[in-house]
């Protein structure tokens, strides 16, 4: 099975940078997957690695060490409108995705 | 380029009635995915397609849920009878096939959502 922890909640400012950790055990792995969600909002794609290593787009990079089965999402600059929940999700065989338990993230002013 | 799309998008019955939910998928999306979301967790897959076959139904409790997608288009899940725990949001998703020919990163396409409250 797969078991994946992050941490549930981070408060940060507006113009910080804020690290998001995850941790995962798991019996299948392809790669670590990256979404955000806004409140009543569907989860959508942000960035996915399956090779270590950090992944950069734009404001946002991600980072994987398979060895360490633990991966990040960095956000720089951060803006109001990045305040959502974030979910690491390990992606298995047959593009099965288990997703962890989400970071709500508050940006505040 | 349209989304997915789902339908209703709200939904309120009493227990141990039926509900149906419905999903549309991006245009040329061989993978559908049901997920359940119950408050403060993550997207818990409930059942796979590739086309209209069943890939994983692993976590889809088979009692009382059941899905189909007819012709590898649209799909409906439906639950029959609904529990106080089934309370959620229900989330279509669809993906290009095969995680293998998309070069390894198969990007999930999530629709809106029906958020389910079983009274």
């Known amino acids: 099975g797969q078991s994946l922890e992050q941490p549930s909640e981070v408060t940060a400012v507006e113009g910080a940078i804020v690290q998001i950790n995850c941790t995962y055990q798991t019996s299948g792995f392809y790669g670590l997957s990256w979404y955000q969600q806004h409140d009543g909002g569907a989860p959508t794609f942000l960035s996915y690695n399956a090779l270590d290593g950090l992944e950069e787009t734009g404001r946002f990079s991600s980072f994987l060490s398979r060895s360490d089965s633990y991966g990040y999402l960095l956000l720089q600059e951060l803006q109001m409108k990045d305040s959502a929940s974030y979910f690491c999700?390990?992606?298995?065989?047959?593009?099965?995705?288990?997703f962890g338990t989400g970071t709500q993230l508050k940006v505040e002013l | 380029e349209a989304g997915v799309a789902q339908s209703p998008r709200y939904k309120i019955i009493e227990k141990r009635q039926s509900v149906a939910f419905w999903c549309n998928p991006i245009s040329g999306h061989a993978t559908l995915y049901w997920y359940q979301q119950i408050l403060g967790q993550g997207p818990k897959l409930l059942i796979q397609?590739?086309?209209?076959?069943?890939?994983?139904d692993s976590q889809l409790p088979k009692d009382r849920f059941s899905a189909e997608r007819l012709k590898g288009v649209d799909s409906t899940l439906k639950i029959q009878p609904a529990k106080l725990e089934d309370s959620a949001v229900y989330l279509c998703?669809?993906?290009?096939?095969?995680?293998?020919?998309?070069?390894?990163?198969?990007?999930?396409?999530f629709g809106p959502g029906t958020r389910l409250t079983v009274l």
């Open positions: 397609f590739q086309n209209n076959g069943v890939v994983d």
């Open positions: 998703a669809s993906s290009l096939e095969g995680g293998e020919l998309a070069g390894g990163q198969n990007e999930q396409f």
């Open positions: 999700a390990v992606m298995g065989g047959g593009n099965k995705l288990t």
